[in-house]
């Protein structure tokens, strides 16, 4: 058999459709009418799961009255068989039944899989395609594997579109996803994506390869496969109605990404200077995987976080002086030659915020943590001439750095008894749901508190800090201000720090509602701190106030140096991701 084309194919034409069709689920007729009523207005291109329905052809009638009163409407009818991934328990011959009364109550869609259509006979399929647009469908659950063995099957029978979905373990799966759009859709009309956290980037960049659409939810909590984005992220965040072949693609690179801010903030930025790029969360598993997407897709620029900072210095073809002193690079950009180069921002996160408030050469400085971000901090300080301080729940950690960087190591018990002028947070403490201090209220002697932990926007240490009326700096500002620096190494183009720090604070307070300080240990003790994935619990004051706008320094030309010795790799723990 061969796919033909029928009235239906002209009246579902691609330019006729939206880019984003939105699941809509309920458990009944009714509900999922209320849902429908409520997005038609945002969102005209809709698939109705009737597969979620207890009587799928009992709803039929009620969604009919939905189809007749929005004619500017274009709804999918879904009733996926149980065995295909659905939950719909009937036959295929019962499922092409009901397809069929769909068909007639004026969906003008209707999905059907690959399975269903090798048990019908052709002339089923053939009658139900001449009634309605077919999309016929094929879902891979575990893997991205034998596209094209798969897709040698689905065009053995006809339809409007064939709709091919896998799940994505690795970034690369999306290359082979969006290789596989572009062999065949001049042909065809396709519709492609990558199921799971990691397949994200194929929803939004398969339409530059091909999809004629993708799917989003509703909402959050109303996704229909794992890794859905909702609808109006992809529309408002992503931009995906002006994603086109000669759209930018940058990334936040890590594991985990799933809760960064970054993509909200950067597509902000790339949407107010009207750049055509679009930002995505790239959860990398391992930096052979990353590395493979970045030679395929081609990535222009990436954010580069936890854990893998300093083990990619390694794997770029040169770096910048400040990247190779510390040993760790958070932002890389692909020159035109295809070659990787990196640049350390974070120290100009650090650096920049406290510079607007005070003088450094001189100033006395106590850093708190050893880690990724202490470093940064302690190399870029000591080269404004501050006199660094540090102290760590790891003493010998902190003494390496301090010796390192020319820097002094100050004994904990030491701490109650000095003052500062600044005193910086570059421990976990206070992140996530941990609600403790990484200092004592004696502790706190400083002109300045620089808390680096930004989610929550508000921590016990800030809080006890402004009791003692002293000045906090949000490490919102250290977040944004190393995203600017980002921005303008990747486009030229002064950043738009005001935007950026607004939709950052719009997101935290979005984040976190307000509740009471619960009643925690300090954790001088050094106990129990462990990062959190899951979003923040609780601040008490509202987020912090979008920060001033200083225009940050121009863009750095290409690093000239040879790339940084490379540094033993950090090992993060794997935390479980939702697929
Ligand atoms: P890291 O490399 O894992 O280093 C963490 C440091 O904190 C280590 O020195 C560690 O001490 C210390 N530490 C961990 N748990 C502790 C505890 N319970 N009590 C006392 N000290 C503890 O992490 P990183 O990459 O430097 O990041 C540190 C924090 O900076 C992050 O958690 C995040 O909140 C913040 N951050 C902010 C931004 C921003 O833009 N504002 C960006 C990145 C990171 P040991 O040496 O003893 O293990």
């Given at each position: 058999m061969h796919a033909v084309s029928t009235v239906y194919a002209s009246r579902i034409q691609r330019f006729r459709l939206p880019r984003v069709c939105v699941a809509v689920v309920g458990e009944d007729a009714a509900n999922i009418l209320e849902r429908a009523e409520s997005l038609v207005?945002?969102?005209?291109f809709m698939e109705f799961r009737l597969d979620y329905l207890s009587n799928p052809a009992a709803g039929l009638p009620k969604l009919k009255h939905f189809l007749d009163m929005h004619p500017e409407a274009t709804v999918i009818a879904t009733c996926r068989r149980a065995v295909n991934g659905g939950k719909f328990k009937g036959s295929a011959a019962a499922q092409l039944d009901l397809l069929t009364k769909a068909a007639a109550t004026g969906f003008q869609l209707v999905d059907i899989e690959l399975q269903s259509a090798q048990i019908l006979k052709p002339a089923e399929l053939a009658g139900l395609k001449d009634r309605v647009g077919v999309i016929l469908s094929f879902h891979d659950f575990k893997a991205t594997k034998k596209l094209e063995d798969t897709f040698a099957d689905m065009k053995r029978y006809p339809a409007d579109f064939y709709k091919v979905v896998s799940t994505a373990t690795s970034l690369y799966d999306n290359v082979q996803m969006m290789k596989f759009l572009q062999a065949h859709s001049a042909q065809y009309e396709m519709v492609g994506l990558c199921m799971g956290e990691q397949g994200i980037i194929s929803r939004l960049l398969g339409v530059r390869a091909g999809s004629v659409f993708t799917f989003g939810s509703a909402t959050r909590g109303e996704e229909t496969a794992p890794g859905q984005v909702t609808a109006g992220e992809l529309r408002d965040t992503y931009r995906i109605d002006m994603v086109d072949a000669a759209t930018q693609v940058y990334g936040v690179a890590g594991d985990p990404v799933s809760h960064s801010m970054s993509p909200i903030m950067m597509n902000t930025a790339f949407r107010r200077e009207t750049v055509n790029a679009v930002y995505l969360a790239l959860h990398a598993r391992s930096l052979k995987d990353l590395m493979a997407c970045i030679n395929d897709i081609p990535l222009r620029g990436l954010s580069i976080t936890m854990p893998y900072k300093q083990d990619i210095v390694a794997l770029l073809s040169n770096s910048d002086a400040l990247t190779r002193q510390i040993g760790a690079c958070n932002t890389v950009v692909r020159a035109q030659d295809g070659k990787l180069y990196g640049f350390n921002t974070d120290v100009a996160g650090i650096v920049t915020p406290l510079e607007q408030r005070l003088t450094l050469h001189g100033a006395k400085i106590l850093v708190l943590g050893a880690g990724g971000v202490a470093r940064a901090a302690v190399f870029g300080l000591k080269n404004k001439g501050a006199e660094v301080f540090i102290t760590n729940r790891t003493p010998e950690k902190g003494q390496t750095l301090a010796r390192q960087a020319k820097a002094k190591y100050m004994k904990r018990a030491d701490v109650a008894k000095s003052n500062f002028d600044v005193i910086i947070?570059?421990?976990?403490?206070?992140?996530?749901?941990?609600?403790?201090?990484?200092?004592?209220d004696k502790e706190l002697n400083t002109k300045y508190l620089f808390d680096?932990?930004?989610?929550?926007?508000?921590t016990k240490l800030t809080r006890m800090a402004r009791a003692k009326n002293i000045e906090v700096i949000p490490g919102l500002e250290m977040f944004v201000q190393q995203g600017a620096r980002q921005f303008e190494i990747w486009t030229g183009k002064p950043s738009p720090i005001a935007e950026m720090s607004f939709v950052v604070s719009k997101a935290l307070e979005r984040m976190a509602p307000a509740e009471e300080e619960p009643s925690a240990p300090s954790a001088a003790s050094g106990n129990g701190a462990k990062p959190a994935a899951k979003p923040p619990a609780a601040t008490t004051r509202p987020a912090a106030k979008p920060i001033a706008t200083k225009k940050a320094p121009p863009a750095q030309g290409k690093a000239k140096a040879k790339a940084a010795k490379p540094k033993p790799a950090k090992k993060a723990a794997k935390k479980p991701v939702k697929r």
């Open positions: 207005r945002d969102n005209p947070n570059a421990t976990p403490v206070g992140m996530g749901t941990n609600r403790q201090s990484p200092l004592e680096l932990v930004y989610v929550p926007a508000e």
